[in-house]
C-alpha cells in the first residue's frame, strides 16, 4: 500500500502543478485525470497582450527570441477542462489564439466543438481581439458563447468588426455580473471580479474559477494592489491558486512614464506578501509578463531569486487540478 501510495505521489508531482510541456503525450493527462481529477486549468500563455518578442524591438529582451535562445511566448491565457462534462473553456480571446485553442484540442479534450465559451477580462488588445478569428473571414463559429460584463458587452455589440460577429451569430455574448457565480458545469463554478484597471472601452474584471476540490484567482491585468477595495492577500489566501499580473518586474523597466501604465511590480508583489508564509507564497503564479520583464525568460537568475522566496511563475502547459 505504501509502495502504491509513493507511486501516487510521484506521479502526482510529475503532472500536477508541475512542468507539462507541450510535447507531453496525451494518453498522461487522461491517465492521470482519472487518478486525481476531471477538472483542471491548463497555462496557454503566459505574455503580456503584445506577446514574447514584441513588434520593432531590438533590445536585448526580443533579442535573446531571434537568436535562438529563447522560445515564443503566447499572449496570457487560460484553458479550463472538464472530462466529466466533455467540455472546454478558454479565460480570454487573445490574439495567439488559433494556437492556444488547438492546444486544447490535441493535448487535452477533442469533442468536435472549437471551444464552449469564452470568458473575457476586458477590451484590451490581448484579452478579446482574438474574437475576429471566429466571424466570416476566418472560422464562421456558430454562436460561441462569449462572457463578458456589461459595457463589454455592449462595446462588442456596437462596433465592429465585433459587431458583425454578434449580429452573424458568430457569438452570443452571454451577460456577467461581478460577484455573481455561475454554474459552468456540474464540478465548475466561476465568479468574476471587478478590478480597477484602464477602463477606457470596457470594465475589467479578474475570474476566481472553482472545482470540486480547489479554486483558483486570475488576474491578468489591474492597476496597483492599493487602489483595488479588496485586500488581496485575503484574496490568495481564500484560493488553491492565484494567477496574478506581473507585468513589469519593477519600476523604471520602460523607458515611457510608468504611472501611466500602473500594474504591480513583482517586487511590489514580493514585498507585499513578505511576512505571509511559504504555503501562501506558493499559491501565487505570476503571469502576464511584459517583454521588457526578465521572468518571463524561461531562465534568469531574478527568476530563480523570487522563486527561492517561495513565489512561482506560471509556465505554458503547465496543469493546475480543480
Ligand atoms: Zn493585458
Ligand atoms: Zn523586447
Ligand atoms: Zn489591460
Not at 484553458?79 to 466529466?84: M, P, R, S, T, Y
Not at 484579452?127 to 462595446?155: D, Q, S, W
Not at 489566501?237 to 513589469?248: I, R
Amino acid at each position: 500500500m505504501k509502495l502504491f501510495q509513493a507511486a501516487l505521489l510521484i506521479t502526482y508531482l510529475t503532472f500536477f502543478n508541475c512542468d507539462f510541456s507541450k510535447d507531453n503525450p496525451v494518453q498522461e493527462i487522461e491517465l492521470e485525470s482519472t487518478s486525481i481529477s476531471k477538472q483542471y486549468i491548463t497555462v496557454l500563455g503566459i505574455a503580456q497582450d503584445a506577446g514574447y518578442p514584441q513588434i520593432n524591438c531590438e533590445k536585448p529582451c526580443c533579442n535573446e527570441y531571434y537568436k535562438g535562445n529563447e522560445t515564443k511566448k503566447l499572449v496570457a491565457c487560460l484553458g479550463l477542462v472538464d472530462l466529466n462534462s466533455k467540455k472546454k473553456f478558454l479565460f480570454d480571446a487573445t490574439p495567439d489564439i488559433k494556437e492556444q485553442v488547438q492546444a486544447l484540442k490535441d493535448q487535452h479534450l477533442d469533442n468536435n466543438k472549437v471551444i464552449d465559451g469564452i470568458f473575457l477580462t476586458h477590451a484590451h488588445i490581448g484579452h478579446y481581439t482574438g474574437l475576429i478569428n471566429l466571424g466570416r473571414e476566418a472560422l464562421g463559429g456558430e454562436k460561441i458563447p462569449v462572457y463578458a460584463m456589461p459595457r463589454m458587452k455592449t462595446f462588442l455589440e456596437n462596433n465592429g468588426p465585433w459587431s458583425q460577429l454578434v449580429h452573424l451569430n458568430n457569438i452570443d455574448v452571454k451577460p456577467l455580473t461581478t460577484d455573481s457565480i455561475i454554474q459552468l458545469t456540474q464540478s465548475l463554478k466561476i465568479t468574476p471580479i471587478l478590478v480597477p484597471h484602464r477602463d477606457e472601452y470596457s470594465e475589467t474584471v479578474g475570474f476566481k474559477i472553482s472545482g470540486n476540490n480547489k479554486s483558483a484567482l486570475f488576474i491578468p491585468d489591474i492597476d496597483k494592489w492599493d487602489n483595488w477595495e479588496r485586500d488581496i492577500i485575503e484574496e490568495v489566501k481564500k484560493v488553491d491558486y492565484a494567477f496574478l499580473d506581473a507585468s513589469f518586474f519593477r519600476d523604471g523597466e520602460l523607458d515611457r512614464d510608468m504611472s501611466k501604465i500602473p500594474h504591480p511590480f513583482t517586487t511590489q508583489t514580493t514585498t507585499l506578501f513578505e511576512k505571509e508564509s511559504i504555503a501562501v507564497k506558493n499559491k501565487i503564479f505570476f503571469i502576464h509578463f511584459n517583454h521588457t520583464n526578465p521572468t518571463i525568460r524561461d531562465n534568469h537568475p531574478l527568476k530563480d531569486s523570487i522563486q527561492n522566496l517561495g513565489f512561482r511563475f506560471a509556465k505554458q502547459g503547465n496543469i493546475y487540478e480543480l
